[in-house]
């Protein structure tokens, strides 16, 4: 009959020992092996936490709405999040690798895309409009009007500049000769136009709202230039997961604004540090300021043919202004496998 002795057991132990460590050493330069072809093949490692970036501007609310009531972290994702205060500083941040997701204007997009940045379309934000603010008795009533006047305009290559160039000045037989621009952040631009620096300003909401609550004047006004969500290429491919987790939190933030304007506006009045307005005999609230400025919005996650046709119009607007070089196909940067 076989028994254990002290010695035998010492022995079976010993080589037990070793195996193990045998066979902790080859997992261990497995994976070192894994990780080095990865490295080797331009291929990035799974991550757990996701980085976001958004200009701060109304458009943008799904992304706000995203990270004040945690909507990633309730699909399981960790989610930091990157404000910008224009789309062209957003996209080299992305194309840099600093960032994997990205909310932004289809013209900045196109811009980055035509000089071959792998980057992709995965989702819609929503739609609204630009205005164009004065002075409540300036001689500017209307487009024709500006004509020798200065108007504030958030940076050449933005998605507001491709408006202002590439449409709005063109189609009131204006042209870039005939007035002059000065680049200046949105939240400075109602201060800019009311104490004259500038005769005019093209901004988005919610500073459209605000500046025309305060007695200022909109003597027009512009489609938003088509806000989406776009991902480094790279990223997706060794990430699906997470970008569908990602896609799912985005819809949820655009169903809250959609199904909760109040509880959203409240949030969103927080997030741009709002005072209450005293306009016309009335006070209005942050929160009621925002409730306006987000009735001039509209957030959904699919696209629409309609959509499609905008899209190329402002890819060959990009074209005619010369910031890229050759037309660009719009259909070439979409993937909408994510929200279908």
Known sequence: MFTFTKKR??????IITVAALIMTGCGTNQSATNQTAKEEAG???????IKIGYPTILAMAPAIIAEKKKMMEEQGLEAEYYEFANGPDLNKALSAGELDFAYTGIPVVVNWASRGAEIEVISKVGDGEFGLITKEDSQVTEPNDLAGKTIGNLGKGTGSDILLRGFFL???????????LMDMKMPLMEQA???GTIDAALTAEPFVTFAELRGLKVVEKLPEPAVVVIVRKSFAEENADLVEKFVQGHIASVAYLNEKPEEAAAVLAETFNLPEIKSTGKTWTATEVMEKALANQHYEAEFSEEDFAFYQEL???NHRLELIDEPFDIQSIFNLTWVE
């Open 193 to 195: 136009v009311a104490n």
């Open 315 to 317: 890819a060959d607007a």
């Open 9 to 14: 057991f010492a022995i079976l132990f010993s």
């Open 170 to 180: 063109p189609e009131n037989e204006l042209t870039e000769s005939d007035v002059s």
């Open 43 to 49: 291929q990035e490692p799974k991550q757990d936490v």
